[in-house]
C-alpha cells in the first residue's frame, strides 16, 4: 500500500506549533517595532545632513536644511546667498518635504548649513522623538555629525 501524505494528527500538530511560536513572537516584534521607527528616522537624518555636508564641497557653495515641526518634514536645499531661508531663485532644493517613519516627531526646529569646506556654516541640534524615546543628531563647528540616544 502507497500511503502519502500526512496525517490530520501531524497537520493539527504543526499549525499548533506554528501558532505558539506566531503567540510567543508578535508582542516581541510590536516593542521592537516603535523604536526600530525611532532609529530609522533619526539614520536618515543623519544621511542627510551627510549628503548636505557632500554637495556643499561638491558645489563649492552653502547647503542648508531647515526643519519643521508643524508639517514634521525637513527641507535640504542649496543656499548660495547663506541667508538660511529657501527661496526661489536663486536656491534650488535637493530634498523637500522629506518625511519621518509614522509616529515619528521631530521635536526642535532648527536650520543646519554646511560651507564649501565641509564645515558646519550653522550648527545645531535636531531631536527626533517617538512614544519610546527620543534620539538627538548633532552637528558642531567642525561638520562633524553625531547620533546619541537621549
Same mark, same amino acid.
Given at each position: 500500500?502507497?500511503?502519502?501524505?500526512?496525517?490530520? !494528527?501531524?497537520?493539527?500538530?504543526?499549525?499548533?506549533?506554528?501558532?505558539?511560536?506566531? #503567540?510567543?513572537?508578535?508582542?516581541?516584534?510590536?516593542?521592537?517595532?516603535?523604536?526600530?521607527?525611532?532609529?530609522?528616522?533619526?539614520?536618515?537624518?543623519? +544621511? +542627510?545632513?551627510? %549628503? !548636505?555636508?557632500?554637495? !556643499?564641497?561638491?558645489?563649492?557653495?552653502?547647503?542648508?536644511?531647515?526643519?519643521?515641526?508643524?508639517?514634521?518634514?525637513?527641507?535640504?536645499?542649496? +543656499?548660495?546667498?547663506?541667508?538660511?531661508?529657501?527661496?526661489?531663485?536663486? +536656491?534650488?532644493?535637493?530634498?523637500?518635504?522629506?518625511? %519621518?517613519?509614522?509616529?515619528?516627531?521631530?521635536?526642535?526646529? *532648527?536650520?543646519?548649513?554646511?560651507?564649501?569646506?565641509?564645515?558646519? #556654516?550653522?550648527?545645531?541640534?535636531?531631536?527626533?522623538?517617538?512614544?519610546?524615546?527620543?534620539?538627538?543628531?548633532?552637528?558642531?563647528?567642525?561638520?562633524?555629525?553625531?547620533?546619541? *540616544?537621549?
Amino acid at each position: 500500500m502507497n500511503n502519502k501524505g500526512f496525517t490530520l !494528527a501531524e497537520v493539527l500538530v504543526t499549525i499548533g506549533i506554528l501558532g505558539i511560536m506566531a #503567540a510567543i513572537s508578535i508582542p516581541s516584534y510590536i516593542s521592537w517595532l516603535p523604536r526600530h521607527r525611532l532609529q530609522t528616522s533619526a539614520r536618515q537624518i543623519y +544621511d +542627510d545632513l551627510n %549628503l !548636505a555636508k557632500m554637495e !556643499a564641497v561638491r558645489r563649492n557653495t552653502n547647503i542648508c536644511i531647515t526643519f519643521s515641526t508643524a508639517n514634521n518634514n525637513y527641507r535640504v536645499f542649496v +543656499d548660495p546667498d547663506s541667508n538660511g531661508i529657501y527661496a526661489s531663485p536663486p +536656491d534650488t532644493i535637493l530634498k523637500d518635504n522629506v518625511a %519621518l517613519e509614522n509616529s515619528v516627531k521631530i521635536s526642535n526646529t *532648527t536650520t543646519i548649513a554646511f560651507n564649501n569646506r565641509g564645515m558646519a #556654516a550653522s550648527i545645531g541640534n535636531v531631536n527626533v522623538t517617538n512614544p519610546t524615546g527620543t534620539m538627538r543628531i548633532s552637528v558642531i563647528t567642525t561638520g562633524n555629525i553625531s547620533i546619541s *540616544t537621549l
